[in-house]
């Protein structure tokens, strides 16, 4: 009736008008059509759901894992009168825990009879999570999650007599590797802490130093086989979204059997697989992650590994070590400078020598000239001969030292170069000035902070020599040309590689080739931290902190 005079009323109303108020009028007939409207069929249930019969549930998983030695099966008859069985993976579970937080809370706790409904026998798993004190409890319901739980999540599964669902309880453990200082990022004055391979361990180490609640760790299992745990870490409201968007879909995509180091991780993530230059950075050290993802950088912890990747990077971060933010800003621009100069002398110097000593003799001093003159004077090989045979002698003894165990591998590559080199003099097979050479360009790579990017420079500075000996400084020139044109092209997870110097940010040059003092970095890299650019304020500042009349004592 109500509507009926609602519609005489508006019967004056223009047609416009008649209309929108009609359709307002059908708007909750049509939403109550739209709720009855049948929805679809529920999925079906799983193929592998658990049974009530307990025997037959040890039954399948025995069929399952029949093969696991390492599996444990553990039957047990608790307090209540019901039978039970727990699994487990041998070595990987902390079996102090198992002892006194599962076995002895089902074996000996009394039955609750507080409640006189309440039945005394425990034949819910709900009432058997009570009784046991572990961190932990999750319900499982059909095989395949007790496989899971089993093997990947390495958690110890409780079966119950009369029940359809088992129970997952956190009880992993075994032995890992003891907390120790990186070999490999060595430092004077800085933090002494590494990563291990215990996933657990490392996110550990990486909560303490960034404890914020918007520090975000998601985790994957990659590997079809190895079922290896992956943590993206990153920090809400720093990192580009965008940035993170793309290294999680790239984490995504990965399908292969087997993930065993991050290393694998890296090669299926990097933009230029073909590149020298490495992309994505690794590291052992959790201050150095730490202060990445402050920056607005991605790191990646994967089970089984010691090492974090790190992304987006830039060139000239693989110049900079973790050391350079502990001491003081004077004693760093220093020793960057020095690691700048060092970079090219490894690059450029064996090539330089052999592209002048045989094409462009003119341009060395005449005393020079004839000293070099009257050492290569017996020697039977043209220069980029010598430098090669010394190059690849000199980068064997260096792989021989690392493959060596550490209490003869320094001494060996010492040892044998310094025979080898002087022999080779005496017997008139090289030139002592190329030894010299060989000798400053191996000292000069390992001043590069980054393993990865020095690898880098050592592959290329054979090209140098090969372009060095053949057609002189042209050569090394056009090289050059192509090296920059690579780097310029280079991205890593889609920012460009040169960044901030191509394309030029201002904001962001002072921490390049200098390292400035910590009150006068402001800003985050603009390229990684979008959101939020800005690290401190200018108060920070010593003519802000220090008035002028208050700087006497």
Request: aromatic share 6%.
């Amino acid at each position: 009736m109500r509507s009926k005079r609602v519609i005489r009323r508006i019967g004056d109303w223009t047609p416009h008008h008649r209309r929108m108020h009609l359709d307002r009028l059908n708007e909750p007939v049509l939403a109550d059509t739209m709720a009855v409207t049948p929805s679809d069929p529920p999925p079906a249930p799983p193929a592998d759901l658990l049974k009530p019969d307990l025997d037959a549930n040890i039954a399948l998983l025995r069929d399952k894992l029949q093969n696991a030695a390492d599996v444990v099966f553990r039957p047990l008859i608790g307090s209540f009168g019901k039978r039970g069985w727990i699994v487990y993976v041998d070595g990987l579970s902390d079996m102090e825990l198992i002892d006194a937080h599962v076995l002895k809370s089902l074996i000996q706790a009394e039955p609750k009879a507080t409640d006189p409904s309440r039945p005394l026998a425990i034949t819910l798993p709900e009432e058997a999570a009570e009784q046991v004190t572990t961190a932990s409890v999750k319900p499982v319901r059909t095989l395949s999650e007790a496989v899971e739980a089993i093997i990947v999540e390495l958690q110890v599964v409780l079966f119950l007599e009369g029940t359809a669902t088992a129970l997952a309880l956190n009880a992993g453990g075994g032995e890992n590797r003891a907390i120790s200082e990186p070999d490999a990022e060595a430092v004077v004055r800085g933090p002494r802490e590494g990563f291990n391979e215990s996933l657990r361990t490392s996110i550990t180490l990486l909560r303490r130093r960034v404890r914020t609640p918007d520090l975000a760790i998601e985790t994957m299992q990659l590997g079809t086989y190895t079922q290896t745990k992956v943590a993206l870490c990153y920090i809400r409201g720093i990192a580009d979204a965008e940035i993170v968007s793309e290294v999680r879909t790239r984490l995504k995509r990965i399908d292969t059997d087997s993930i065993i180091d991050t290393g694998y991780i890296e090669e299926f993530i990097e933009d230029n697989p073909f590149s020298p230059f490495p992309q994505i950075q690794n590291t052992e050290r959790p201050d150095v992650v730490a202060s990445m993802l402050v920056e607005g950088r991605v790191a990646i912890l994967a089970d089984g590994s010691p090492f974090a990747l790190i992304a987006p990077i830039n060139f000239w971060g693989a110049l900079q070590a973790a050391e350079d933010y502990y001491e003081r800003f004077p004693i760093v621009n220093l020793i960057r400078w020095l690691r700048y100069l060092f970079m090219f002398i490894a690059l450029y110097l064996p090539s330089l020598y052999v592209a002048i000593t045989t094409f462009h003799q003119e341009m060395l001093p005449t005393k020079l000239l004839l000293s070099i003159a009257a050492a290569r004077e017996v020697t039977p090989l043209p220069a980029i001969a010598e430098c090669l045979l010394m190059e690849i002698t000199f980068e064997a003894l260096r792989e021989a030292g690392i493959r060596l165990p550490k209490a003869v591998g320094s001494a060996i590559s010492i040892v044998g170069a310094l025979v080898i080199g002087q022999a080779a003099v005496e017997a008139g097979i090289v030139s002592a000035p190329m030894v010299i050479v060989v000798a400053i360009t191996g000292i000069a790579s390992f001043v590069i902070p980054r393993y990865s990017f020095a690898i880098a420079i050592r592959i290329l500075r054979f090209g140098m020599i090969l372009l060095g000996g053949t057609i002189g400084l042209f050569g090394i020139i056009a090289f050059t040309i192509v090296i920059i044109i690579h780097l310029s092209s280079l991205r890593s997870i889609g920012v460009p590689y040169l960044m901030p110097v191509s394309p030029l940010t201002r904001k962001n040059m002072r921490d390049i080739v200098s390292r400035p003092p910590h009150w006068a970095m402001r800003w985050r890299p603009i390229e990684t931290s979008k959101p939020n650019s800005q690290r401190q304020s200018q108060a920070m500042a010593p003519a802000q902190r220090m008035p002028r009349g208050k700087r006497r004592i």
